[in-house]
């Protein structure tokens, strides 16, 4: 089926949908210039492996190494801007508001693309918190207000001297229940659920689109590649989420 025909008939799809689901991953946000997790490493963090720094037992054995590779990427996502792919699931969410995004990404591009309501699943980069979370989870601390002596990284947490981390779930972390619950809720109710970006490899978040299917949800998969999810798809739009998804919301307007 060429290109053209499969985003037609993901673009009835969507328009004959009650409910629709979206679950992104870090390929959302590639065409931003925020590496995905799968991606090589640059520079000095080259010889490094993504999963091997995000748990705590990284920060805790070397909580400044943990720490500066978070700035690192702070600095990355600083300074990306939303693209196409997420200006067009924002249209989405607008035209069809039963459309719950659901995102795996640490970044705020969707909200700067002006989708609203977005569930957070793995936390956000920009924030920062008390390892400790001594005044209960999660201890938000705004690093503007500390002073942020370079020498002594990570910072202190104000209130108990406690290190202070990114306010995001590491591996072997439980997921925000509440975030999770609604992300829950949303995958078992949707009739349609678009999965973009995404390699469907880190749980539970890659159980969304099973929970989805096995509620006899429609799934439509957006990536470049296969994934451990394709086989369940009903449809595949392969190619960058960037290109992709302003054609099918082009699309819609030749269906509704
Ligand atoms: C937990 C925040 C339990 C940190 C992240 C069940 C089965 C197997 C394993 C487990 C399981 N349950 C738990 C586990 C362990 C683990 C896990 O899943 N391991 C995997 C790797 C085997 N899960 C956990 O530890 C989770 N916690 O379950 O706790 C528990 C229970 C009780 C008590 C204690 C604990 C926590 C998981 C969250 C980890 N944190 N992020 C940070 O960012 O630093 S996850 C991190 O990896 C990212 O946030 C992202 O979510 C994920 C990477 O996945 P993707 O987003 O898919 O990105 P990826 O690079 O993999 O793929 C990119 C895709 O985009 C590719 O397919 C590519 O083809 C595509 N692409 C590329 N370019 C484009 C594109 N697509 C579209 N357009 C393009 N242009
Ligand atoms: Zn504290």
Redesign the pocket.
Known sequence: MTSKEAIQQAATAVDRAQRIAVL?????S??SGV?????AQTGLWARFD??Q???PQAFQRNPKLVWE??EF?RSTVREAKP?P?HVALAMLQKHYPRTTLI????DDLHEQAGSRDVIH???S?AQTKCFGNCQGPSTLVDLATIDNDLDDLPPRCPSCGAYLR?D????????PSDQLQRAIDASTTCDLMLV????????????LPIYAYQSGAALIE????R?PLSDMATLRLE??????LPHLIEALDDVS
Not at 196 to 207: I, M, N, R
Request: charged residues 15%.
């Open positions: 992104t991953g870090a390929g959302v590639k065409e590496p995905t997790f799968r991606d993504p999963q720094l995000a748990t590779w978070y990427r693209n792919g995102t795996q990404n640490v699943l793995h936390g980069i990114p995001v779930v590491w591996f072997g972390e439980v997921l973009v970006g995404t390699s469907g490899l880190v749980h539970p978040a890659a159980s957006i990536n470049p590649d994934t190619g960058p989420s960037g290109e992709v």
